[in-house]
């Protein structure tokens, strides 16, 4: 009988990115569109501020994740170059080196040095990046990835509660958008759980209670601040 199993763990990159960009979209987008509605601002004020904000939000994931994991991907190169000049310079004591995490992690000394011997002949460095550092190709930093990830999630995003503000004006505007972002949230988190996973509901609760939060909070400011446009 076969047994096949499904990880998602290939996923991680992306998927973290991914995330990440829709609920900003909606949660950023739908605060600043109830902000400046609370605001008591003009309906083409809001909408125009809803759209700013996708634009410039689309463009700061963008440059926010490429530099941020950009910075990781340069940490795990330089990294991965000492690891090579080590290897060229001392082969032997690399080998025992690998020998001993395996024997750390249970096996016997004479089968450690055997597994590190042959790994390593296979390939030396892709071994220690992956048992001595914990860099492998699953996990590895991609910027590029991230940035069209994140941008891209964050302007879908965006766009519903913009949306949503556009087909309902007037002054049920606050209360369609809130309502529809978070119903938005819940499904995203849903989404999200089941392509890593995890527990949908878990994970729509703790996604829609944040975005709750942050547009309760904003619509406040908004009240206290605002102006009569």
């Known amino acids: 009988m076969s047994h096949s199993e499904i990880h998602r763990s290939h996923r ?13 979209g909606i949660v950023s987008t739908a605060s600043l569109i109830i902000g400046v509605a609370a605001a008591s601002s003009t309906y083409q004020g809001i909408l125009l501020a809803g759209l700013a904000g996708l634009v410039a939000g689309a463009m ?12 990781q991907f340069d940490t795990e190169k330089a ?17 025992e080196e690998l020998a001993l995490i395996y024997e750390s992690r249970g096996l016997e000394s004479a089968l450690a040095k055997q597994v590190a011997e042959q790994l390593m002949a296979h ?10 550092i914990g860099i492998s190709e699953t996990v590895s930093a991609q910027p590029v990835q991230a940035a069209f990830s994140s941008a891209g999630t ?3 995003g965006a766009a519903l509660p913009l949306a ?13 958008v809130a309502g529809s972002s ?12 089941r392509a890593g996973g995890a527990s949908m509901a878990i994970c729509a609760i703790r996604v829609t209670f944040w975005g709750a939060l942050a547009m309760a909070l904003t619509a406040g400011v908004g009240r206290i601040f605002g102006v009569v446009a």
């Open 12 to 24: 991680v990159g992306w998927l973290r990115a991914a995330v990440l960009g829709a609920n900003d």
């Open 60 to 71: 700061s994931m963008a440059a926010g994740e490429y530099v941020s994991v950009s910075s």
């Open 79 to 95: 990294d991965l170059a000492i690891e090579k000049k080590s290897l060229e310079q001392d082969f032997e004591f690399e080998k």
């Open 123 to 132: 390939d030396a460095l892709g071994a220690h990046a992956r048992d001595e």
């Open 154 to 156: 964050f302007t879908i």
């Open 164 to 176: 949503a503000a556009w087909v309902v004006p007037g002054n049920q505007l606050i209360f369609v």
């Open 182 to 193: 978070l119903v938005f949230l819940a499904l995203l988190g849903g989404i999200a759980a």
